[in-house]
């Protein structure tokens, strides 16, 4: 399989639609870019075919685009290191190749999700399984992964408690049709992108019940304010929520049939079970894991969730969905508060 000659591409671990279309944003902008996935018959399809067909038909790679099913190659000599797996994989890929991460190599990280069983955040899971990286960057934001690798225009947040670190990522992945904002929350980064899976879940629902726009906008609007509560009680800041990784993701995941968990609550609401729902949809569906850690951190840290709450009740309780809506709309009465 063929592998980029240049002394430091930048390497992109994961060749589903999200690392995919990240790849090939960055070879558009001129860099040299290697794209790891660890299935090998996917990559020699994808080296074949110069697309990626399963996950983006009809995109082609760019020229400054390589592929290679060799995770050790593509860690030997990287610029930086972009990782776009499922968040619930991290523990396990991290620890298996921590080995393989040099400490002098930035680490950015594009998957949204909370770690299964602890509630994690990424940047805390990194932190652990990589101690000799400290040059660490989050990115979030209203971004589907067609329209990126589409070169349709997108704004996204990355945060970082490393300037320079943060710098790089930005220069690089910053062009005339994709502007990136910098930030140091990467709490509220991470907790904002990761609480909009659920809350889609929630708008979806309710949109496959007939429920209206009216909902639509209530749902959009307290799910802002159950992220902004939790995230502040974690130490996010509340501008973040906010911001592209708060309400902007919101927003998208809430109102676009693009989304995955935004058609999950609309499967879920027409009577389809949850495996119906995962055969139906094919990819990841971030949202269903972290629901259960959302509410757990709810607990934690004393923060009421209602929405969240009702998802959960849904998704690992059997509780039907027009009892878990009634018991949102017949909460007592209280004044608005964020």
């Excluded at 996950?55 to 030997?76: G, H, I, N, R």
């Excluded at 879920?268 to 269903?288: F, M």
Aim: proline share 3%.
């Amino acid at each position: 399989m063929t592998v980029v000659d240049k002394a430091h591409p930048i390497a992109v671990l994961g060749a589903g639609s999200w690392g995919t279309a990240l790849a090939i944003h960055l070879a558009d902008s001129g860099h040299d870019v290697l794209l790891w996935g660890n299935d090998k018959q996917h990559m020699q399809t994808l080296h074949e075919q110069r697309c990626n067909q399963q996950y983006l038909p009809d995109v082609p790679f760019p020229e400054l685009l390589q592929t290679t099913d060799d995770l050790k190659s593509a860690l030997s000599s990287p610029a930086w290191v972009l990782i776009a797996i499922p968040s619930h994989a991290y523990r396990s890929f991290l620890h298996e190749n921590s080995a393989l991460f040099k400490a002098d190599v930035g680490i950015a990280w594009a998957s949204k999700g909370l770690e299964h069983g602890s509630g994690k955040l990424i940047h805390q899971v990194v932190a652990e399984e990589l101690p000799q990286c400290n040059k660490t960057a989050v990115m979030s934001g209203p971004t589907f992964a067609g329209e990126v690798a589409r070169n349709l225009p997108t704004s996204i947040t990355v945060a970082s408690e490393s300037e320079e670190f943060s710098l790089q990522v930005s220069d690089d992945l910053h062009s005339g049709r994709f502007r990136v904002y910098l930030s140091s929350d990467m709490v509220g980064v991470e907790l904002g992108g990761s609480m909009k899976n659920v809350l889609a879940i929630a708008a979806g629902a309710a949109d496959g019940l007939g429920f209206g726009a009216n909902t639509r906008a209530a749902l959009i609007t307290r799910g802002l304010a159950e992220m902004m509560r939790l995230g502040e009680a974690m130490g996010g800041k509340r501008e973040t929520f906010m911001g592209l990784a708060g309400m902007g993701d919101l927003i998208l995941t809430c109102t676009d049939n693009q989304s995955r968990n935004r058609r999950t609550g609309l499967l879920l609401a027409q009577g389809r079970t949850l495996e119906q729902v995962h055969q139906e949809i094919g990819q990841a569906i971030e949202g269903i894991k972290t629901a259960r850690e959302v509410v757990q951190l709810a607990r934690q840290h004393d923060v009421e969730v209602p929405i969240s709450e009702q998802v959960y009740r849904v998704l690992y309780e059997g509780c039907p969905i027009d009892e878990a809506v009634h018991t949102l709309l017949s909460r007592k009465s209280t004044k608005e508060t964020i």
